[in-house]
């Protein structure tokens, strides 16, 4: 018997690490959302984004064509620094493969205060953003704005300096509008080829 | 402390788990060194203090169960150790029950009720991995380049790392002298001494004292 109930306790601690590791497969809930997000499409909330020329955007309104999705604020120094350097990489490799027309890219600002409309604008004229294929967009509400963070899963906590630490990300929406992928920064030639794979033959 | 009453036990248990896990909740976990190092430890605090003091020829001979309750408590804690319910638990209410209530009866209460029943290899081979899990976490935290968990800076992930190193080195420090000193055979001769007497129907406690204050493991 007492072998029996160590053989039992083991078994369920295995069974136990499993369910929280989805299988033995993320460690982290950054890993966990992004597991999450790939076996089950995520509906994200219709919230008003507003790009940098101060028009109105809805997730809605990209609908047909997979997007690139990042969440940054400009005065970031770093991690944002190479998030939109990533994405300039990434329209000019679209463009060169001829598939700009049918990937969408939006660098959101999770910091509405700083990143208004001027300084979007600003800063997507710096990198080349054109209005078009590539966005810069705010969402000015509070509200709505945690309720797009949450949906992504996105944690932005004030760090020293005025600034943010994040989780940096390149998150891709399917033609459906649905958040289907997430991935690496490091990684960004495979999410373009992921949302080149789902845009269909437009 | 053991040997305290059981309702004053029960009072003591009940008032530090719902010092960490109400009072205090909010700014211990505000804090990624506060919820790993001050609130997880104090949780399985609380659940051993529902335990008793073994009596004292229970320190001299391994019972069948300890095992598998060491086991049970092994494996919580390690589960708690993941960064992605660590985090986790901070947004779920579930995970964060689970937790609050996982740590002191599966945890606390199979820890402390196992300790001196097992065997001293068991117990040094528990030891040995803490230190070399301390380490591990330690430099992990310390120098991974990104977050573990989204819930807290990197800075703090530093802090934390930086404070399982040095509990990692505390642990060496207070083990070394034991390691070389020899007394562990002296130990592994006295519970020798101690089963043959008991066998004979002698009284073990003498020797269980003796024991006690030997082995580098025993608790209180």
Redesign the interface.
Known sequence: MPRAATAVVVAAGIAGFALATDGFRVLTSEGARRHAVARSPRVLPEVLLEDQNGSALRWADLRGQPVLVEFVYTTCPDVCQQMLSEFRALVETASSMGIDDRVHFVSVSFDPERDTVSQLRAVASYYGADGQRWRFARIGDPAALQETLDAFGIVALPAAGGGFEHNAAIHGLDAEGRLARIGDITAAREMLTWADGRSGSE | MGGWPIRIRVAAAVASWAAVAVVWRRPLEAAMVLHALVQLPLLVAAGALLVPRPAPAVRTSAH??A??AL??A???S??WM????L??ALGDPALETAKLLSLPFLVGVPLRWSWPRLTPLARSFVVANAFSMLLTLGWLYHAAPM?????????EQQQLGTAYLVLGALLLVALLPRLFSGRESEHAHARHQVASKTTRGRTARPLASASKASFPCSSG
Do not use: M
């Not at chain 2, 993941?82 to 319910?85: A, F, K, Y």
């Not at chain 2, 977050?147 to 800075?155: A, D, H, I, P």
């Open positions: 069948p169960y095992p598998a086991l049970v092994l494996f919580t390690a589960l993941l960064p992605r319910l985090d986790g977050r573990v968990c989204n819930s807290y800076l990197r800075e």
